[in-house]
C-alpha cells in the first residue's frame, strides 16, 4: 500500500513517507447477527500470536482454497448475499474452529456438509461442529452470510464504496470486514471469486476470468487464481467499467479496469505498464503471476493497494495536473514491484512488513533514477537524516510499534518505508553490488508463491555474500538509532 500523493507528510525528500493511510483502520465491529441465540459462548477469540495483530488469524488448520460467491444487489445501501466455502487441513485435533469475520451476518454454517453451530467473540466467528475433527483430517467449511458495505467506511477498511460501485481494500487486517477466513499473509490459498450483479455492471477479480452466465437481468462472473494468495490481497471491482487489454512481456495478459468514461484519459498511462514490467524483469526475474492490471477507482481511499495481480488505484492520481510524470510513474511502479515482495513472496509475519515496503520503496526511487534522473543517493541521504526521527516516532524498520488503539494500520509509518529503503542502500553498500543484485533475485526466485521472514532474508544475504550479517541486520533493522553508513561516515542524522 502506498499513500496518495494528496495525503502524504510534504516533506522536501528523494524517499518520501509513504503509506500512512488516513486514520482509523477497522476499529472493532462484529455484528449481532453472528450470535446464535440460546448458545451459551465460553469461546473466545483466537489468533496466532502476531506481535502487532495478536487476534489475528487462527491455530488448528491450514487453509487450501477461498471460494466466494457474493451476490450485488445493484445499490451500495445494501449487504450483498455471500456463500463462502473454505477447504483446509487440520494441524490438530480440534473441538471448535475459529474464524476471522466482522461486519456480517452469518446464516448458517455447516462443517463437512453437516450444519454446526457457532457464535461471535470479538472479531472472530466461532464455530463447534457436531463432532471433534481429528489431526490432519480434511476440512470443508460454508458460511451463509452477508458482507456489509454499508458502515464500512473507506476508512475502516474492506468494501470501498466507489461512484459507481465496489472495490475491495484489505490491508492489512480488514479482509474479514469481507468474508470469512484466516486472515493472516502467513496462511495462502487458492482462490475461486464469483460475483452475480446486474447486467450493466462489470466484475474482475484476482486472477483469470473463467467464464461469465446470464440468468434474465443478471451475470455471474468467476474468476479464479493460478498462485496462492493472502487474504489481505483479495480484489473484486464491480462497477460501470471498461476492461482495456493488452500484452505485456513474453506475451503476459495485461487487464486494466477504469471508469467507463474515463477510457481515453486514462490510456497514455496505462500504456506504460508493461515496459515498467519488462524493467522490474530485468532487476528481479520474471514476473510472478498469471496476469496484472491497474483498477482505477473513483474513490478516495487515501492510498494505493497492491492486490494481486490488480492494483488498486485512486483515479485522480492520474488526473491531478500538479503530479509530475515521473512521480507517478513511481507510484505505479511501487505497486508493480509489490507483486513480487509482499505478493509472491508475502511476510511470514506483520513484524515483516518492512520486506514488502522497502522493497517496493527501492524499485520506486530506483526507477525514479533511471528513467527520470533523480539521483539515489541524494534521496536516501535525506532519508538518513530524518531516519533517527523516524525510528523513534514508529519503531525501527524490523519492529514496528505496535498499532495505536483503534488505528490499526498505524504500522505503516515511515521507517518501514524510506527508513526501509535505506537499510537495503546499507545493505547494497556493504555486501556490493553484485552479490546485492544476486540477493534480490534469489529472493523472488526461492520464496515464490510462499512466505518469509526478516530471519529468512538475513540468511539468504548472508550465504549470497559469503559473511556473517547477524551484527548488521540487527544494528540496521532493530537498534533505536540508525548505524554509521557505510561508505558515506560523514552522513548525520537530524535528530537531536
Known sequence: MLLSPHHRTRRRAAVPPRRRVRAALLASVLSTGLIAAGVPSPDVPLGIGDRLYPELGNPGYDVTAYDLDFTYPGTNSEPLKAVTTIDARTTTRLDRVNLDFAHGTVGSVEVNGAPARFTGAGEDLVITPAKPLPRDSALRITVRHTSDPVGADDEDGGWVRTADGLAMANQADAAHRVFPGNDHPSDKAAFTIRVTAPEEYTVVANGLLRGTHRDGPDTTWTYRTQHPMATELAQVSIGRSTVLRRRGPHGLPVRDVVPAKD????????????????WMESKVGPYPFETYGL??????????????????????????????????????????????????????????????????????????????????????????????????????????????????ISIFRPSVYGGAALVLYALRQEIGHRDFERLERAWVSQGRDGVASSADFERLASRISGRDLGGFFQDWLYARKTPPMPGHPDWKSDAP
Open 263 to 278: 477510457r481515453k484519459l486514462l490510456e497514455p498511462w496505462l500504456a506504460k505498464t508493461p515496459g515498467q514490467i519488462a
Open 295 to 408: 483498477l482505477m477507482a473513483e474513490a478516495q481511499t487515501g492510498f494505493e493497494l497492491e492486490t494481486q495481480t490488480l492494483s488498486l488505484f485512486e483515479k485522480d492520481v492520474f488526473t491531478e495536473p500538479a503530479y509530475p510524470e515521473w512521480y507517478v510513474d513511481s507510484i505505479m511502479v511501487h505497486e508493480l514491484s509489490h507483486q513480487w515482495f509482499g505478493d509472491s513472496v508475502s511476510p511470514r509475519t506483520w513484524s515483516d512488513l518492512w520486506l514488502n515496503e522497502g522493497h517496493a520503496t527501492w524499485y520506486e526511487v530506483l526507477y525514479a533514477e533511471e528513467k527520470a534522473h533523480r539521483p539515489m543517493e541524494a534521496g536516501m541521504k535525506e532519508a538518513y537524516a530524518a531516519s533517527d526521527a523516524w525510528r523513534a516516532s514508529g519503531g525501527p524498520p524490523g519492529a514496528p510499534e505496535r498499532p495505536e488503539p483503534g488505528q490499526k
